[in-house]
């Protein structure tokens, strides 16, 4: 069952799976929102009258109410009319002459890196690239952000949202 975006992913009880695994909120795939001068990964719920936030590491002290899940990610659900924005983001990358969907960003010995979905429709290419294959037609790779092209970020936003003027 999906929770929303701090709670992620968590098994039901009785189907034999584990408990909910530490993955934190991604920085550059799916909606953030802008509260109280801070920006972070957030879920619209109820009807889309409300927010869940999500900060992968505890919040500041001056940002109040958040709680851990059981993903080592903090959580706090506002009302939509506290918060200053809310988009949703879509990266897109070349990287050998390829197109892939970049959906995090992390940082490694003072350099970032990207981590990046193969959405060319190639499966024989996207294993000639040495990607990762996670399920049929599911490839990705990790890479320094110095060995990719044509970076372009768009913003959606839903009409009638905080933002969307």
Do not use: C
């Not at 903090?74 to 050998?96: C, H, M, N, P």
């Not at 979905?117 to 490839?139: I, N, P, R």
């Amino acid at each position: 069952m999906y929770g929303d975006v701090a709670s992620g992913w968590t098994a039901m009880p009785g189907n034999g799976f584990g408990a909910p695994q530490q993955n934190t909120p991604a920085s550059v795939i799916g909606w953030t929102a802008i509260w109280n001068g801070y920006r972070l990964s957030a879920d619209l719920v109820d009807g889309n009258s409300s927010v869940v936030l999500a900060a992968s590491s505890e919040p500041p002290a001056d940002a109040t109410g958040f709680e851990k899940t059981p993903r080592s990610a903090w959580r706090k659900k506002v009302s939509i009319d506290e918060v200053a924005d809310v988009f949703e983001l879509f990266g897109r990358v070349t990287y050998q002459g390829a197109p892939f969907r970049l959906v995090d960003v992390g940082q490694e010995g003072g350099r970032r890196l990207f981590r990046l979905f193969y959405t060319g429709h190639d499966a024989d290419q996207a294993e000639a690239m040495g990607l990762t294959k996670s399920d049929a037609g599911v490839y990705w790779t990790v890479v320094d952000e110095s060995t990719v092209e044509n970076v372009e970020f768009l913003q959606n936003r839903l009409a009638g949202l905080p933002g969307a003027d």
